[in-house]
């Protein structure tokens, strides 16, 4: 794969969600990132769309995820794109906060900052941009 921009889709299931970060992955390897930066990638990416699946196109398999993948030449952009209604993610709440650290779910954007260098969401939230720098 020697792309500098791929485009492709999923079905909202959640078993359409690892051949799609295994794609987001051979691309990034051959963009020339490493193993560490793969790492982050794989987890990022699968973070963003078990959230556009679940959350964003609430399983519904008549609607799909739009994933993008640019080499920038600095680094790689990903774009998520769900069909959902949205999100305001200044409402989400902060899972580091005590009363929420026994939640079951809610971490997932916080993995997405850890695990990439920027991440801005687009679109009312029916879209997240991430960016991983060399």
Do not use: C, Y
């Given at each position: ?7 492709f ?6 078993e ?7 794609k987001?992955?051979?691309?990034a ?9 793969l ?9 963003a769309?078990?959230?556009?699946v ?20 600095s ?6 794109r769900?069909?959902?209604e ?7 709440p902060?899972p580091?906060n ?20 920027k ?5 009312g ?10």
């Amino acid at each position: 794969m020697d792309e500098k921009e791929t485009t492709f889709s999923i079905s909202s299931k959640i078993e359409a969600i690892d051949e799609a970060v295994q794609k987001a992955t051979a691309f990034a390897t051959s963009a020339g990132f490493g193993d560490d930066a793969l790492f982050g990638i794989d987890m990022a990416v699968r973070e963003a769309l078990a959230n556009a699946v679940k959350h964003g196109n609430k399983l519904d398999e008549a609607k799909s995820v739009e994933i993008g993948l640019i080499d920038t030449g600095s680094g790689m952009e990903i774009v998520i794109r769900d069909h959902g209604e949205g999100f305001d993610v200044s409402l989400v709440p902060d899972p580091t906060n005590p009363e929420n650290l026994l939640k079951a779910s809610g971490r997932g954007i916080l993995f997405m900052h850890n695990f990439v260098d920027k991440v801005e969401w687009a679109e009312g939230g029916t879209v997240v941009k991430m960016t991983k720098n060399r």
